[in-house]
DNA sequence: ATGAAAGCGCTAACAA
DNA sequence: TTGTTAGCGCTTTCAT
């Protein structure tokens, strides 16, 4: 019972009445060990400078009484709060699963915290939201954010800085290179037969959907192929069935989507109206998210090693926190931008084009 | 130029040289307005006392310096963090986008911020992450803690705690209710004639699957079923073609899955094997995680409200930090623990008991 | 090797 | 209404 008991409050000193508990101190352990916190201090972080038995000693003490250094009163003095925050647009995007498990394994292992920020796709919010963290904050790994250009390069000078899948000078980054992925994937579809390809655009506010819709138009022209686009359409994969329909509309044999979600909510109004995939229609998705693989059918899509670039981003911006002071505060970090490869995998949503146009594809029939 | 420099670093005050920068305080502030700083505290923090044409002065200032509270200083004092750390076991179980979107909206519209916190699936690690952090959180909620109940209890002593899917005394809990979902599937499964119903049990550190093993083996009970379980299997889509070769192994026409991850990965093989869902089987899933309803069958799944979970986790928290220091330290806070109800989700995969046996079945052609 | 003292940025008594 | 003082927990000189 007594030890029981130890167990559910070892964290807290009696205080001369005790009946109330507190946090233990450093100031705790010095006086059950009849030091002064100073030298408590030393002995749990530089044990090299003092006695060996005290030390000994105190660490017992600090075990005994599960002391646990309080990170605030630390981070005041060195001004390093040990955590990182990973900004992403929307935590139920299934892209950022595996950028977030990137950033957190690895920020894990040296020692920082992750914390979450979920900016619900408002650049504002993303800046405002910054702005109050700042100082408590040891530096920021934001994807595909949302800030305007000069927005970004003014908040590198502040707090360390690596942007995941946005390119802005001056400030380090990690992209996929998923433009070239998207001449991988034309050339794919050109093979296959196909002569008239649309791009289903994203939101007009993502970095990424502009340099996807760049590389297909591209592609497109240098396999003297015919390109348009439909959209833009807002995230997520409600917007699926608007989508089908505009393709559709657009009569074209092929389509590359922004991203998976656009091409897994295709699906289902395709198969609505009749359309087969890849029969009568090829889809081609970006990003290989959760769920490409075991949609029905499993989706042919660029995949994206967004997990490496969650370690590669945590990677840099810590090699960059823990680099010796500068000598020169004039000569700014060697401005590094990291291009990942994305591949293409083919699965089953792409085939060799129709002989013919779509016939009898059934009429939108409402809403989803 | 001058404004864009303003811009790029407003929140540094130069020192006496001009070359170096460093973060504004209410000293900074004090200097410049002619007070003191805690003149400078009062102006912004409680505004109704001091006198308006200095506040407003002070207020003035502190915009055009761009000054940011230092929140350890407050921490340090007031002992709040303003940070509350949601604990799930993989942030990469789509299981917890939900959870993790429910409490990230709540806790920032309460001026918490959300620090994410992976333990691996480790109750050693998570005991120790929570540990380490204790002192720089305000409180914490435990998605499907892996941590033994004695520990539980012990942690909820030294700092606010909420469990997710875990029942233990004396924490505050909101758990699902998917036993009593499971009755109906299970109900809904004899009501397709199913007289032969296998359950396929998760990973024996989980809460949940023992939860859920008992709600099926007491509905099987209530309607007269055979009942036999399959597994323990370890947690996620990879066990996905084990699963599905034990389900077969049963000679069970219909199986309830610990959760739509097994589920899902189950399909595939079972499509390779020759079997038929759900003409030869019948697969109920658990929790209608993103994918449930387009992977191929779609999944008739136990619909879990997840992401309300986390609303009501946030919730229960708050109300708890918020409330006025108790008179009487002895009065435990009330217990609450909430149960949400969890729903059925007929899609395709479960339809009525094939009339005879298997027999056609491809043997097991080597894993996946 | 250890102790004494100062201070990080902020807030909260208490005084004036 | 404003200034003065002290102190949160810790680290870091500077003495000893």
Request: charged share 20%; glycine share 8%.
């Amino acid at each position: 019972m007594a030890s029981a008991e130890q167990h559910a409050a070892p964290a807290t000193a009696a205080t001369d009445g005790g009946r109330r508990t507190r946090p233990v101190t450093i100031t705790d352990i010095a006086r059950v060990t009849g030091v002064v916190p100073s030298t408590v201090s030393r002995a749990l972080n530089k044990p090299g400078r003092v006695n060996a038995v005290t030390r000994e000693r105190i660490q017992a003490a600090a075990r005994e009484l599960n002391y646990v250094p309080n990170s605030q009163a630390r981070a005041l003095i060195s001004g390093r709060t040990g955590t990182i925050a990973v900004v992403v647009s929307d935590v139920t995007n299934p892209f950022y699963f595996g950028l977030i498990r990137g950033t957190q394994q690895r920020l894990k292992a040296a020692g920082y915290a992750q914390l979450l920020i979920d900016t619900e796709d408002s650049g504002e919010h993303e800046a405002e939201m910054l702005q109050k963290m700042r100082r408590s904050l040891d530096g920021a790994i934001l994807a595909a954010s949302r800030l305007p250009e000069r927005a970004l390069t003014a908040l590198a000078g502040e707090i360390p800085l690596v942007t995941v899948n946005r390119n802005v000078p001056r400030v380090q980054s990690v992209v996929i290179d998923t433009p070239t992925g998207i001449g991988l994937a034309v050339e794919h579809l050109v093979g296959l037969g196909h002569r008239d390809i649309v791009y289903v655009a994203g939101p007009e506010n993502s970095w990424s959907n502009h340099a996807r819709w760049r590389a297909v138009r591209a592609a497109a022209q240098r396999y003297g192929q015919r390109f348009r686009h439909v959209g833009p359409f807002p995230r997520g994969r409600r917007s699926g069935s608007a989508v089908a329909d505009a393709v559709l509309a657009s009569g074209a044999t092929a389509c590359v989507c922004f991203n998976d979600l656009f091409a897994i909510g295709m699906l289902p109004r395709l198969r609505q109206r009749g359309v087969r995939v890849p029969e009568d229609l090829s889809v081609v998705g970006c990003d290989d998210i959760f769920g490409a693989d075991f949609c029905h059918p499993p989706l042919t899509t660029l995949t994206a090693p967004i997990e490496q670039a969650g370690e590669v981003a945590v990677a840099m911006l810590l090699a960059r926190l823990e680099q010796p002071v500068t000598e020169h505060p004039g000569t700014a970090p060697s401005r590094r931008a990291v291009l990942l490869p994305a591949t293409l995998t083919v699965r089953e949503s792409t085939g060799p084009a129709p002989t013919t146009r779509l016939s009898a594809v059934r009429p939108p029939a409402g809403p989803s």
